[in-house]
């Protein structure tokens, strides 16, 4: 699948919203209800919240489109990580640093198989190393087996484990890492 990556724009948070209603609960595992996963996307994934991630110089919104039509979206946080079990994993995996944070990273479900997820974390590895970071770092639910089978064909390696809420449920997510310039693929 042909795509255009680019950075999103504010003409681009209405769609952002849409598309994150629609891609986040897909990547939810069973026991998270439409309820949650909705309260979720409205308090991280609206209009609003792009708007700000848009506004803030440590956050890069990359958006693919293709025919003209948003089809998938990642953010990239460019600040240091404040939760400690992600800080241990990077420093025990020996994560160079500074590490980006690949925050969200999403396909609506018709670009699922395209290729377009490789063009897209590969966008994304060259805007962080362009933006200083020396390797890139996800958390990924531990039941998403298809993502992370994508993350280590992507050069992502398994370094710990983090706790992240949606609704009423925690989960421990596997934090991945891939190195950037030199020290990645």
């Known amino acids: ?106 396909l609506h479900p018709t670009a699922h198989g395209s290729g377009l997820a490789g063009q897209l974390v590969e966008a994304a590895a060259r805007v962080a190393e362009s933006a200083g970071a020396r390797s890139m770092w996800l958390g990924v639910n531990n039941r998403n087996v298809r993502a992370q089978s994508f993350y280590r064909k992507s050069g992502f390696t398994t370094v710990g484990r983090r706790s992240f809420q949606v609704g009423v449920h925690t989960f421990r997510d596997l934090i991945m890492v891939r190195q950037l310039g030199a020290g990645g693929q």
């Open 1 to 106: 699948m042909q795509a255009s990556i680019s950075s999103a724009t504010l003409e681009d948070v209405p769609g952002l919203a849409d598309l994150a209603a629609v891609t986040f609960p897909l990547a939810c595992p069973p026991e998270v209800t439409p309820a949650d996963s909705a309260a979720f996307v409205a308090a991280n994934l609206s209009a609003e919240r792009f708007a700000g991630y848009l506004g803030d110089e440590t956050c890069r919104v990359l958006v693919a489109r293709t025919e003209g039509r948003l089809s998938g979206y990642c953010l990239l946080v460019l600040a240091p990580p404040s939760d400690p079990d992600v800080v241990e994993a990077l420093e025990s995996g020996r994560a160079m640093q500074p590490s980006g944070e690949l925050s969200k990273f999403y």
